[in-house]
Structures are given as C-alpha cells and as structure tokens.
C-alpha cells in the first residue's frame, strides 16, 4: 500500500486572498502602534525610576517626606476636583 495523498485544498478566490492581504496589513499596523506604545510605557518608567532615585540621593530623607507628603495632598485635592463637576 502507497502512502495516502494528501488532499488538495481549492484554490482560494482573489478577493479572499485581497481580504487576506487587507487583515494581514492592518495586523501589522495595529502591532507596530501596540510596540511604538509600550516602548514609551516602557521609556517612562524607567526614566521616573532613575529620577526618583536622583531626588532621593538629591534631598535626603527629610525633604524626600515633605516631598511625598505634598504629592500626596496634590493627588487627593486633584481626585477631588475631578469628581466634583464634568468636563465641559
């Protein structure tokens, strides 16, 4: 007995391959922007990692407190601004 043959697949239609062409391409666009996006994810923190590293060596402990205590109140008085009122 000979090995069994493979089946052939129909030929696919011009404009399944088109529509084929057309996802494959915008898969590629979308995955370019989702790299470009987390590079600068990526680029942000670990830039805020190394200048909250400078501050800390830069102030000392003291003023490193007040700082996180005014960052702090910042956050709270911004979270209530923004549940106040809408954007308009």
């Keep these: 007995m000979g090995a069994p043959e493979l089946a052939t697949l129909p030929a696919a239609a ?17 995955a ?12 942000t923190v670990v830039v805020g990692y ?4 400078y501050l800390a060596r830069e102030l000392g402990a003291r003023l490193l407190g007040w700082n996180a205590l005014g960052m702090a109140v910042y956050a709270a008085c911004k979270l209530a601004g923004e549940t106040g009122l809408p954007a308009a």
Excluded: E, M
């Design 14 to 30: 011009p404009a399944d391959v088109a529509a084929s062409h057309k996802f494959r391409w915008h898969l590629s666009d979308i």
């Design 32 to 43: 370019r922007q989702s790299s470009i996006s987390l590079a600068g994810t990526v680029f």
């Design 50 to 53: 190394a200048f909250r590293i």
